[in-house]
């Protein structure tokens, strides 16, 4: 079992930036790949981006390309998005997920656990 708890949501203006963090803990395996996902209103949740524990390759969906950054602290179990320049679409409950496998998905299937969500509000 991982247990993964999401941190640093919050109201931002747009332009401005937010960092979230996501803490695992319980069982901790070598290959890891963490990913973040995110749910606006009323639409599916959707990728944003994944960072493999093994090398910090890291993958983002276009919309989020060149503004979000993902890292982790394979030490401390913990991995987090920074996301700069925010826009009003990028509201949203953003999830951190994790999947036993070694290569990065997009697909919310793929992640066999999930942390309880932080809401990011960004006001135009």
């Known amino acids: 079992q991982v247990q993964l708890v999401e941190s640093g949501g919050g109201l931002v203006q747009a332009g401005g930036s937010l960092r979230l963090s996501c803490a695992a803990s319980g069982r901790t395996f070598s290959s890891l790949i963490m990913g973040w996902f995110r749910q606006a209103p009323g639409k599916e949740r959707e990728f944003v981006g994944a960072i493999r524990r093994i090398g910090g390759f890291t993958y983002y969906a276009d919309s989020v390309k060149g503004r979000f950054t993902i890292s982790g602290d394979n030490a401390k179990n913990t991995v987090s998005l920074q996301m700069n320049s925010l826009k009003p679409e990028d509201t949203a409950v953003y999830y951190c997920?994790?999947?036993?496998?070694?290569?990065?998905?997009?697909?919310?299937?793929?992640?066999?656990?999930w942390g309880q969500g932080t809401q990011v509000t960004v006001s135009s």
């Open positions: 997920a994790a999947d036993l496998g070694s290569v990065i998905h997009t697909a919310m299937n793929d992640y066999d656990y």
